[in-house]
């Protein structure tokens, strides 16, 4: 089964998918943070990366389908979890060549919300888990005793640029999906464990 986690930045997409491998055996492609590990490395192609992100931009889709087809190119699977993935009609279209689109979850989530949220985000440097100021004042993380950071592109500035480009390309997609009968929406402003418990039972019908 191939699921897309559709929702604006700071929906809770990444928090979702950490709950979800806690009950649920999947393949996850999170471009995102596909993306982070490659400028991790202090590669020419990262940097290249990390100014398209600091600037709340998309990076190019050949770039994004090298790392999609490099996740994919092993799977032995048999649900795999697109985070972030596709964000524009030509990244569906690319998907659409590669497998079939099962379910589409939409996780909808008011603009100012999602900018409080961003703003209280941490991610750990070590671990990649997502978690918030308010959980964890001192910066420690919960799971590995890792540092916590705040992501470079979480910034009021380029989050209201990320939000712009999901307007104008990833929210389109909605239609599509809901038009092709695999969309299904989740209020995202509920806490994390009842969007988990949503979502637990729509991938159990599907
Ligand atoms: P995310 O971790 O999903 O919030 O993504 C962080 C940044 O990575 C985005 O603002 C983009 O610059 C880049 N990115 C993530 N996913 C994609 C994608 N599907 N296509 C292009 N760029 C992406």
């Known amino acids: ?3 897309v986690l559709l929702g604006i930045q700071g929906s809770g997409k990444g928090t979702l998918v950490q709950d979800l491998s806690k009950h649920l055996d999947f393949l996850l492609v999170s471009v995102g943070s596909s993306l982070r590990d490659e400028i991790a490395t202090g590669s020419k192609l990262g940097k290249l990366i ?3 992100m600091d600037k709340g931009e998309l990076v190019d889709t050949n770039i994004v389908m090298d790392t999609i087809n490099k996740k994919l190119s092993d ?3 048999s649900i795999v979890i697109f ?6 009609r030509e990244q569906a279209d690319e998907l659409d060549k590669i497998c079939n689109v099962d379910l589409a979850i939409y996780l909808n989530l008011k603009k100012e919300d999602a900018l409080k949220r961003i703003m209280n985000r941490l991610t750990c440097s070590k671990c990649g888990n997502i978690t918030t100021r308010v959980k964890c004042p ?15 592109d979480d910034t009021p500035e380029v989050a209201n640029k990320r939000f712009e480009q999901y307007r104008l390309e990833t929210e389109p997609l909605i239609k599509r999906y ?3 009968g695999v969309l299904v929406e989740i209020d995202a402003s509920k806490t ?3 969007v988990l418990k949503a ?3 729509v991938i159990k019908w599907t």
């Open 50 to 52: 990390k100014s398209k």
């Open 83 to 88: 985070d972030g993935f596709p964000r524009s």
């Open 138 to 152: 001192d910066l420690v993380c919960p799971v590995c005793n890792g540092k916590l950071t705040v992501r470079s």
């Open 1 to 3: 089964m191939n699921i």
């Open 192 to 194: 994390p464990n009842e």
């Open 178 to 180: 809901r038009e092709s």
């Open 75 to 77: 799977n032995k699977k």
């Open 199 to 201: 979502v637990m039972k």
